[in-house]
C-alpha cells in the first residue's frame, strides 16, 4: 500500500509541483535552474486521489474483486473524470456491474439533459459574464477603487460558484445518461452560516476524501486537543497546495484552516450568533479569501484587498464624499451601468434562498400531461440556444480544469 500511494504522489510531484519547486529554489539559494515547463496530464489531481482511495480501502479488505477492465472504468470514467467529483469503488462499482444499468433509462436520460442544461446555463452564461469582470479586475486594470476592488472580488465569487457547480451539474447529467448516478458534490454552500457548514457544502468529495484519507489516519480528534488543531490545519494547507502549485493557494488554505480552528474554538464557548450576522461573516470570509485563490501573485491579491478597504477613494476630487447613487450609476473602473452591479447582488442573494439544481431539475421531471410536451420543446430550445451561445460568444474553461 505503502509503495502504491508513494508511485501516485510522486507522479502528481512530478507533473505539477517540479517547477513550483525550482522557482522557490531559485528564489532561496539565488540560482538559476531552467523551469522544465512539464506538461500537466488532464485530472490528474482526481484521478490520483482515487486511486489512493482504492489502494487504502484493498489493504483494509474494504474492496471486493473486480477484473482490471472495472478498475479502470471507474478511475476513467468520463463525466466526472475532468474535474470530479472524486468518487469512491463503492459508490461506482456496483452501478457499473449492475445489469439493470446496461438497458437505456429515458427517465434517467430526461433527467440527465435537465441536470446538463441547468449546468451548462450556469457556466456559459452566469460564469463566464463575470470572468470577463474578474479577469478585468484581477488582471488587467493597474489599480482599482473601493467599489471596483468588491466588485472584482464579488465576481470572483459569483464566477467560481456558477463555474464549479455548473460542471457538478454537468458530470451528473452525463452520467445519468449511463444509469449512473454521482454523488452529490455541491449543496449550495452559499448558504453556509459557519466555515465547517461550507466546507460540508462546496467540493464535498474532497471534504470526504481529506477526512477519510488524510484527518482520520493522523488521529482525527482522537489525540488531545493540540493534536486536533495541527490535523485541522494540516488537512486545509495540503487541500490548498492540492488546487494549485502557488503559495497563493497555501495562504487560501491556511486561512480556511485557521478559520475552522477559531470557530471549533467559539463552539466551546457555548455563544450563539443570529442567522444573518453568521452568514454576514460567514460570507465575507469566504468573498476575500477567494482573492488568494484567483489572485495569480500576492502583488494582485494585495491590489484588490487594499481597494476593498482604500474608503478614501470614496471621495471625490474636492474632498466631499460622492453621493451613494452616483456611485451606484456607473463603476468607473469597468465601465458598467449600476444595473450590472445590481444583477450581481442578486444573483448572490437567489444562492442563498434557491434551492440547488438536483432539486429544481426533480421538479421539473414531475411536469405531466400537455405541460410535459411543452416542457420538452421548450428544453429543446433552450439547448440549441446554449450550444449556440458557446458557439458564437468566446468562453473559458472550467476553472477546476487546472487542477
Known sequence: MSFGIALNVLALG???YTDFLIDNVNAIFHTKAPRMNIALPLAISFFTFQQIAYLVDCYKRL???YDF???ALFV?????LIAGPIVAHYEMMPQFIKKANLVKNYKNILHGIILFNIGLFKKAVIADTFAQYATLGFDVLPSLTFWGGWFSSLSYTTQIYFDFSGYCDMATGCALLFNIRL???FDSPYKALNIQDFWRRWHITLSRFLRDYLYIPLGGSRKGELRTYANIFTIFVIGGLWHGAAWTFV???CLHGLANMVYRLWKKTG???GKAVAWFITFNFINITWVFFRAKSFTDAKKVLSAMIDFSSLNSSSGKAQPFWRIMLFLTDFHIKSNTFYALLLII???TVLPNSLKVSERLMNISGRNRLYFSVALAVFSVFLLAKMIIVPYSEFIYFNF
Open 349 to 351: 442573494a437567489l444562492c
Open 183 to 185: 454523488p452529490v458534490n
Open 69 to 71: 477492465l472495472s478498475y
Open 63 to 65: 474492496v471486493k474483486d
Open 271 to 273: 455563544h450563539t450568533l
Open 251 to 253: 495562504v487560501w488554505g
Open 14 to 16: 512530478y507533473f505539477k
Open 76 to 80: 476513467s470514467f468520463f463525466p466526472q
